[in-house]
C-alpha cells in the first residue's frame, strides 16, 4: 500500500518538481531549458546548431498573463518540456529590457529596441529559426522559419515544435494542416 501511495505522488507532484520556473530579477519566468548566453544572435545560432538543437528566441514581458500561462500550464508538462530540453537551444528575451544584444546582422541594442527591430508587439512570442545564419540584409523576421505569437494549450505548443523540428515548414503540409492531422491521429488511437 506505501508503495503505492508513493507513486501515486510521484506521478501527481514529480512533473511540477522538475521543472520549476523562477522568477528573476527582471520579472520574468525563468526556466532550466532557458540559456543565459551574451545574446549574441549569431553566436547562439551557432552553438545551437554545433549541439544539433533547433535555435528559438523568447520575448517574454514582466506581469505577462499569457506567459504565467505557459510557464504555469504549458511548458511544465513533461511532454512539451521534454521536446524543448531534447531539442531546443532557447534565449530568452525581455520585450522591455535594456540588456544589450547583437543582432545577426552585427549591430548592437538593448533589448526592447531589438524586439522593435524584429517588429514584435505580444508576449510570449516564440521565433524559431533554421540551422544557418540569415544572409547579409535579412531581417529576423524573415529569417525565422516561422513565429509563434501568444499562449497556446499543450498540443498547439507541442505540435509547433514538433513541426519545426520536422522542417515541415519546408513542405507543402500548412501547419494548421499538420495540427489538425496530429490531433485526428492521437484521437483515433
Excluded at 3 to 10: D, I
Excluded at 123 to 145: H, Y
Aim: proline share 3%; glycine share 6%.
Amino acid at each position: 500500500m506505501l508503495k503505492k501511495l508513493v507513486f501515486l505522488f510521484a506521478l501527481t507532484f514529480a512533473p511540477a518538481l522538475s521543472a520549476e520556473t523562477t522568477m528573476g530579477d527582471d520579472g520574468l519566468h525563468k526556466t532550466e531549458w532557458m540559456r543565459d548566453t551574451f545574446r549574441d544572435m549569431a553566436e547562439d545560432l551557432e552553438e545551437a546548431t554545433a549541439e544539433g538543437k533547433r535555435f528559438a528566441v523568447i520575448f517574454e514581458q514582466r506581469g505577462c498573463i499569457y506567459c504565467t500561462k505557459m510557464h504555469e500550464e504549458v511548458f511544465p508538462d513533461p511532454e512539451v518540456m521534454a521536446m524543448i530540453e531534447d531539442n531546443y537551444f532557447v534565449v530568452q528575451m525581455n520585450l522591455f529590457g535594456d540588456v544589450e544584444v547583437t543582432d545577426f546582422d552585427g549591430e548592437v541594442l538593448s533589448e526592447k529596441e531589438m524586439a522593435s527591430k524584429w517588429g514584435i508587439v505580444f508576449t510570449p512570442t516564440i521565433m524559431f529559426f533554421d540551422d544557418k545564419l540569415p544572409t547579409e540584409g535579412t531581417t529576423a523576421a524573415r529569417a525565422a522559419v516561422t513565429t509563434m505569437p501568444g499562449a497556446f494549450g499543450k498540443f498547439t505548443t507541442l505540435n509547433m515544435f514538433q513541426w519545426v523540428l520536422e522542417k515541415g515548414y519546408e513542405g507543402d503540409e500548412h501547419f494548421q494542416k499538420y495540427h489538425a492531422r496530429i490531433i485526428e491521429e492521437r484521437h483515433n488511437n
